[in-house]
């Protein structure tokens, strides 16, 4: 710890001299490495729904097919909260400037591999073991990755723009949605089906080793939060951070998860089962689902910050609860347009569809983050926002998969949004608004 204290050190002394500087470079940092984060897992997300059911399990019938691929795609929620409890541990502990260069490298490497994994075909039963390893990988290193990337801009910058700031780190979902979604759109355009099916959709994966060292270089030129520099130097950090958070704070860590469910369930939805809905059941084209895909992460490029921003003037709750609200209503219109809709509507649903993701997602960083006290707030935050990916994300398009093969209707996927949204709507009217508290004061999670 006494290279941590000369970090925290080194951060108090420059406070106010560099602060400008430094909260800029924490507010790129944070959505530079989201972006490269979730770059890679859309990127997995994509062709867990375009490739890997007939290159990873060719013995399986369509449905066991897609059933067995998004089963793989689970598998990295599930490891989330994994990743969330060990690296939450580090980040309370030694800081989260040196965490998040640790969860990057494993992220872009895990990611670079996938690339180069042969199929089952010429590999045979290690083809399927090795993905579901790399995927676990992957879900372990986005656990430890959120909660860090968001402290960096939340504990730098002034606590009046606390949402805005926090949503830097949100900003990377859109930004990785289009840079991984477009380049699958761009080469299964510009590709042949064969072509792009036995090698082009390697290419995306394997860029993003560069990616992965042009987020080296900026997270290597911040210094620690001065949050979290005042409780080193205070001598105040917890020997067992995960453990007192859960103890301490286990109400807040399943609100916090609670929250989740009518963003993060239909936000996976709508980005990756969608494909396989619209393009598998109804035949039209990958590239221009794609396309619609596209277009909605570039609108929440806007709409995250403009929201999490309009959090700070009127509160969290306010905002995230009519992003919730919207969701639970706009479940069947959206599922109507995907099945009777034609292309026209196809397209205006899903883009219409990340609007009230955005009114959740964008305030959603501040809001988890300031529940916590700031010895916790890493392991804390994280916990809470990664476990809804075992109940809410990860299950999403398995469970979505096998309602409409037991249903025959995409409507009963949409009584399931209905239920995430409530689930959401009670959590929220549940949870502490601390949108205008000090959370630099120990009293402000008094009980």
């Not at 990611?111 to 590999?123: F, H, K, M, R, Y």
């Not at 994966?205 to 005042?230: D, H, Q």
């Not at 899903?350 to 993701?357: E, F, K, L, N, R």
């Not at 209905?418 to 689930?423: I, M, Q």
Request: aromatic share 10%.
């Amino acid at each position: 710890m006494v290279q941590g204290r000369n970090e925290a050190d080194r951060t108090l002394d420059a406070q106010h001299t560099q602060q400008p500087t430094q909260v800029r470079r924490a507010a790129l940092a944070g959505a530079i490495g989201t972006t490269i984060e979730w770059y890679d897992f859309f990127l997995y997300n994509t062709a867990a729904a375009l490739i890997f059911p007939h290159l990873f399990f060719p013995a399986s019938s369509s449905y066991a097919g897609a059933m067995q691929s998004f089963a793989t795609y689970a598998v990295g929620f599930a490891a989330r909260p994994v990743g969330a409890a060990i690296f939450g541990r580090w980040g309370d502990r030694i800081g989260r400037k040196a965490t998040l260069i640790v969860t990057l490298l494993a992220m872009g490497i895990a990611s670079g591999l996938v690339g180069v994994l042969p199929g089952a075909a010429t590999i045979g039963i290690a083809a399927p073991i090795v993905l579901v390893l790399l995927r676990l990988i992957q879900g372990i290193a986005i656990g430890g990755e959120w909660s860090g990337s968001v402290l960096l801009a939340m504990e730098w910058g002034d606590q009046r723009k606390r949402g805005l700031l926090g949503s830097f780190a949100q900003i990377g979902v859109p930004v990785g949605l289009v840079l991984g979604t477009g380049g699958m759109t761009l080469l299964s355009a510009m590709l042949s089906s064969d072509a792009f099916n036995s090698w082009g959709w390697r290419l995306p994966f394997l860029a993003s080793l560069i990616l992965v060292a042009v987020g080296l270089v900026i997270r290597l030129r911040i210094l620690e939060t001065p949050m979290f520099a005042k409780v080193v130097t205070e001598r105040r950090t917890s020997s067992r951070p995960v453990a007192d958070a859960i103890r301490h704070h286990w109400r807040e860590i399943l609100l916090s998860a609670g929250l989740r469910f009518s963003e993060q369930m239909p936000f996976y939805l709508y980005t990756s089962y969608v494909l396989v809905y619209v393009v598998a059941r109804h035949h039209y084209s990958k590239t221009f689902v794609l396309n619609a895909v596209l277009i909605a992460a570039l609108l929440e490029l806007f709409l995250i910050p403009w929201f999490s921003h309009l959090s700070d003037r009127v509160g969290r709750k306010r905002i995230y609860l009519v992003g919730a609200v919207l969701t639970g209503v706009l479940a069947f219109p959206y599922f109507a347009a995907l099945k009777d809709g034609g292309y026209v509507l196809i397209f205006v649903a899903i883009v219409v569809s990340m609007i009230p993701h955005a009114m959740q997602y964008g305030p959603q960083a501040a809001l988890i983050g300031e529940s916590f006290p700031t010895h916790l707030r890493y392991g804390g935050a994280g916990l809470g926002y990664q476990l809804a990916s075992v109940f809410a994300g990860g299950p999403a398009p398995l469970l979505a998969t096998w309602l409409l093969q037991e249903t025959g209707t995409p409507f009963s996927i949409a009584a399931y949004v209905v239920v995430a949204a409530a689930v959401t709507v009670l959590c929220v009217v549940l949870i502490a608004d601390r949108s205008r508290a000090d959370i630099t004061a120990e009293a402000t999670y008094a009980r």
